[in-house]
């Protein structure tokens, strides 16, 4: 409970006011004063009770009830007349004032007990006596009450408050104290003033709260002659001002606001508990985009790495893509399309045997030598013919479908043994492919049909020449005219295609292998080209895994750490909302409230109690007590009083 709060009801308790009262206006108050007579050990022996009636409404008649007995006016002349326990007093618009006996039990009993030196004895043993003496009185509160608090039947008592008081003289007492009072000295004697609150501590089930409630007043002191006047106590029910009772307005919202709390703190920790799942799913997720992260980065380096590897190996890649089997097929192929037509061979016969025979009827001795000369200003003078003639047999030389299909079976091998080239993609093999075949065929179809015209124009001329010079020469020398035209017949063309047939395989190869080596290097370049871009992006993709590689690690800490604040925040949240919210609570609405609801039921109790001897309900009470304890003196003492 706050200190405030605790100091605020039971300083209202013990500070208030004896006899100031604020009351409603009824036919008229009762006010009772009652006296009683205590010896020396606190039994009670005579009781006297004082009553004023206040006539506020000035009325002629008061009607009264009382238990009392002999009964007297104690302050005019006004009379009553009674039946049993009712009374009616002629009042002639006046206050009554009247008392009388009363044999009732008083709600607080009184025990007193004397203590010398830690020894207790008797009332009569301790008189005149020296040393340090103690004296305990203790008010037992006898006006029970069974009460429902918080739904249960509790036992309380009605808030009787007592202040005692005596006075000490100084010459004979010393070092005088007294517990929860207070002592006011004025150099020869001292007056001590204590309270007590006999069955407070129990009707406010004192263990739920830190305090300490006197049901007893102890004084000690020490004396050289003890003796000891009258003690008189005050008791009155008034438990609490009607200004103090405000403060359980107070409680009553602070009840509302305590639910609210407990509300909001159980929030924010289902709240804790829910950021906690949350950051923990981060933390996991961002767990595995790092490792994605570093996984990309890694995979995209060794790619990069793969790639200026291929690149470099292609650069450097200067073998032959046709090989020797591919290039003999295509010389056979070239060989066989580079046959001489009849025409071709008739005419080239004709002619070594024009020449032949002219030479011969010219100058048969000279036959060698006129017969080369004329053989040779005769194929001078047709070289453009025979070489025209050669070139247009060549013209339709085209690639069998076995031809190509073994020109892309030898383009697709030597693709297929290059190692960067199947490092690319399918993708991109396949358009290499494509270009490459496609590429030799056109350039094998069109090479060897413009080396084979060459080749069959340049030859034919040659080689005519050549041979007609020396089939002339040969001939006329040694066979008959007839004879060396036969012969210069039969070995122009001989010669002629021989020489054809091995131009067109020779050509062919060489025309094969360059085309294949220049579809090669173009598929490279462009190959390389691509790579080289490629290389740029992954450099590109690199870098920016990089930076997210550190970023996610980053990231990570960060979240790592974010989850452990909030791990650490929740734990907090949850300490704090046990160990302080809750305790709060439980104490507000358990301690707080069960007190805060036996004060009420106190000051409830505290007003129902408004009178000792009777009361007409149309009429409003007030009841005090004061006790008044015999005097411990010695016997000459009590004579002379």
């Known amino acids: 409970m706050n200190s405030k709060i605790k100091t605020k009801i039971?300083?209202?308790?013990?500070?208030?006011?004896i006899c100031a009262y604020t009351v409603p206006v009824f036919a008229f108050t009762k006010d009772e004063t009652v006296y009683s007579k205590i010896n020396s050990n606190g039994e009670n022996y005579q009781t006297i009770v004082s009553t004023h009636l206040e006539n506020k409404e000035e009325l002629e008649l008061l009607n009264d009830i009382s238990d009392l007995l002999n009964i007297e006016n104690t302050n005019g002349e006004e009379e009553f007349t009674q039946q049993g326990n009712s009374f009616i007093w002629k009042a002639n618009k006046k206050d009554i004032y009247y008392q009388g006996n009363s044999q009732k039990k008083l709600p607080i009993e009184c025990k007193v007990k004397y203590e010398i030196e830690g020894k207790e004895v008797k009332a009569e043993e301790i008189i005149g006596k020296t040393g340090h003496i103690k004296i305990t009185i203790e008010y037992i509160n006898q006006d029970e009450h069974?009460?429902?608090?918080?739904?249960?039947?509790?036992?309380?008592?009605?808030?009787?408050?007592v202040v005692a008081g005596t006075i000490l003289k100084n010459d004979k007492n010393k070092n005088i104290e007294i517990s929860s009072g207070k002592i006011i000295n004025d150099g020869s004697k001292s007056i001590i003033m204590g309270i007590a609150l006999p069955g407070l501590k129990e009707s406010l089930d004192n263990d739920s709260i830190d305090l300490k409630i006197p049901n007893n007043i102890e004084i000690t002191m020490d004396t050289t002659d003890f003796e000891l006047g009258n003690i008189i106590s005050f008791v009155t029910p008034k438990l609490l001002e009607e200004n103090d009772l405000q403060i359980f307005n107070k409680i009553d919202k602070l009840y509302n606001q305590v639910n609210a709390l407990e509300d909001a703190s159980s929030q924010i920790q289902k709240g804790s508990k829910e950021l906690v799942s949350g950051t923990s799913q981060l933390a996991s997720g961002t767990k595995e985009l790092n490792k994605g992260a570093k996984e990309a980065y890694n995979g995209a380096k060794q790619i990069k790495t793969e790639v200026k590897k291929a690149a470099n190996q292609l650069v450097k890649d200067k073998n032959d893509v046709l090989d020797q089997k591919t290039l003999s097929n295509i010389g056979e192929q070239a060989k066989q399309s580079a046959n001489l037509s009849d025409t071709q061979k008739v005419q080239i016969g004709n002619q070594a045997q024009t020449v032949a025979k002219q030479t011969i009827q010219n100058?048969?001795?000279?036959?060698?030598?006129?017969?080369?000369?004329?053989a040779t200003s005769e194929i001078e003078e047709q070289k453009t013919q025979i070489g025209n003639q050669a070139a247009s047999q060549v013209t339709g030389l085209t690639l069998t479908q076995l031809q190509k299909q073994q020109i892309i079976e030898n383009v697709k091998k030597g693709l297929k043994a290059n190692a960067n080239y199947n490092a690319l993609p399918e993708e991109q093999q396949a358009i290499i492919l494509q270009f490459s075949q496609n590429s030799a065929i056109t350039a094998a179809e069109a090479t060897a049909k413009e080396t084979a015209k060459q080749v069959a124009s340049q030859t034919a001329q040659r080689v005519a020449t050549q041979i007609a010079k020396q089939v002339a020469n040969r001939t006329a020398q040694s066979v008959a005219q007839e004879v060396a035209q036969n012969v210069a017949n039969q070995t122009a063309q001989s010669v002629a295609q021989t020489a054809a047939t091995q131009t067109a395989e020779v050509a062919a190869k060489n025309t094969a292998k360059q085309v294949a080596n220049q579809v090669k290097s173009i598929a490279q370049n462009q190959v390389i080209s691509q790579m080289n871009t490629l290389g740029e992006g992954l450099d590109q993709l690199t870098d920016g895994l990089d930076n997210l590689n550190k970023g996610t690690n980053s990231l990570q800490d960060g979240v790592n750490k974010l989850n452990d604040g909030a791990n650490e925040l929740a734990n907090g949240i949850q300490t704090f909302n046990k160990e302080g919210i809750q305790k709060i609570c439980n104490y507000i609405n358990g301690d707080i409230k069960n007190v805060s609801e036996r004060v009420e039921k106190l000051t409830e109790l505290s007003k129902e109690y408004n009178n000792f001897t009777m009361l007409n309900g149309d009429n409003n009470g007030s009841v005090k007590f004061i006790m008044i304890m015999d005097t411990i003196k010695k016997q000459e003492d009590n004579d002379e009083e």
Do not use: D, R
């Open 10 to 17: 039971i300083s209202s308790m013990l500070l208030c006011t």
């Open 146 to 161: 069974i009460v429902k608090i918080n739904g249960k039947n509790e036992k309380m008592y009605t808030p009787f408050v």
């Open 363 to 374: 100058q048969k001795k000279a036959i060698g030598e006129k017969a080369a000369n004329q």
